[in-house]
Nanobody
Framework: QVQLVESGGGLVQPGGSLRLSCTASGSIFSLYTINWFRQQPEKQRELVATITSGGSTNYADSVKGRFTISRDNAKNTAWLQMNSLKPEDTAVYYC?????????WGQGTQVTVSS
């Protein structure tokens, strides 16, 4: 089973950038599809970006052209580079690792976009 730890959240001004990290341990990281979700208060968790084990990526329309998901299997780490941040990007961001037999979540990291 994989365990996930997110880092890199914080407070940033509108237009700024942050890079979130998701570091995995305990399993074969390369086999997992990695997703980044976010959840705003009183809203459902929203899928933001996905990267498959083969490196294919997909993004929510709301972040296309601003966010980039990537991974380095040798480092057991995935990243979410977030540029041109907007106040509506404020949320708790969660890393998710999914395989045919497993679905694991990190603890989440808060991202706040405010002036």
């Amino acid at each position: 089973q994989v365990q996930l730890v997110e880092s890199g959240g914080g407070l940033v001004q509108p237009g700024g950038s942050l890079r979130l990290s998701c570091t995995a341990s305990g399993s074969i990281f390369s086999l997992y599809t990695i997703n980044w979700f976010r959840q705003q208060p009183e809203k459902q968790r929203e899928l933001v970006a996905t990267i498959t084990s083969g490196g294919s990526t997909n993004y929510a329309d709301s972040v296309k052209g601003r966010f980039t998901i990537s991974r380095d299997n040798a480092k057991n780490t995935a990243w979410l580079q977030m540029n041109s941040l907007k106040p509506e990007d404020t949320a708790v961001y969660y890393c998710n690792a999914r395989s045919l037999v497993s679905n694991k979540w990190g603890q989440g990291t808060q991202v706040t976009v405010s002036s």
